[in-house]
């Protein structure tokens, strides 16, 4: 089984850096992958870390350590459309992803 | 033209009816999936499908089931609809990356209640 873990909800000030934690425990792993959903819409994919490190994407990033079984994205200078639900979701190789309960993010001024 | 639609978008029911959620998809890719989502839950599994001949049960199937009519489309079936499948549902395609991997792509959603 898989077991993933994110804080329910963040809050941040608008221009300021947030990090949005994950940890999983998942039966295989091949990489894992953040999404970011705004209230009543689809997800949409923002990046899939394969390697351990970080990888930057403009104003977001990326970590993971797959060792400690643990991921994180950062998102720098803040705006007010940031705000959403940030979604962790480890791929195990097999049939769909699974996703985590997600982050809900609320940007204030 | 969004490339994964699914319709309706909205739909209300009462307990007990038979309802069919649609998804289609331009992208051309041949796996597709159904995803529930209920609030504070994230998104769940139901069915997912590698191609036409391929069905597949996910993490919480019971009480649904599909139809995968050609590549491009992959419909969702409740049988006997109740309160509790009441969520917004999600159809999802997926194409290959690098590595083996398959990035996911979501239609826009039906948001579906059962009174």
């Known amino acids: 089984g898989q077991n993933i873990d994110q804080p329910t909800e963040m809050t941040a000030t608008e221009g300021a850096i947030v990090q949005i934690n994950c940890t999983y425990q998942?039966?295989?792993?091949?990489?894992l992958f953040w999404y970011q959903q705004h209230a009543g819409e689809a997800p949409t994919f923002l990046s899939y870390n394969v390697l351990d490190g970080l990888e930057e994407k403009g104003r977001f990033s990326s970590f993971l350590s797959r060792s400690k079984g643990y991921s994180y994205l950062l998102l720098k200078e803040l705006q007010m459309k940031d705000s959403a639900s940030y979604l962790c979701a480890p791929y195990t190789g097999r049939r769909a992803l699974t996703f985590g309960s997600g982050t809900r993010l609320q940007v204030q001024p | 033209d969004a490339d994964v639609t699914q319709t309706p978008r909205n739909r209300i029911t009462k307990t007990g009816k038979r309802i069919m959620l649609e998804c289609s998809q331009t992208?051309?890719?041949?796996?597709m999936y159904w995803y529930r989502q209920d609030p504070g839950l994230g998104l769940r599994l139901i069915y997912y499908?590698?191609?036409?001949?391929?069905?597949n049960k996910g993490e919480i199937s019971d009480g649904y089931s599909v139809s995968r009519q050609a590549q491009a489309k992959f419909s969702l079936s409740l049988e006997s609809a109740i309160p509790n499948q009441t969520a917004l549902y999600f159809c999802?395609?997926?194409?290959?990356?690098?590595?083996?991997?398959?990035?996911?792509?979501f239609g826009p959603g039906t948001r579906l209640t059962v009174l």
């Open positions: 998942t039966s295989g792993f091949n990489g």
């Open positions: 992208k051309g890719h041949d796996r």
């Open positions: 999802a395609t997926s194409d290959f990356l690098e590595g083996g991997v398959y990035e996911q792509f």
């Open positions: 499908s590698f191609d036409v001949k391929d069905i």
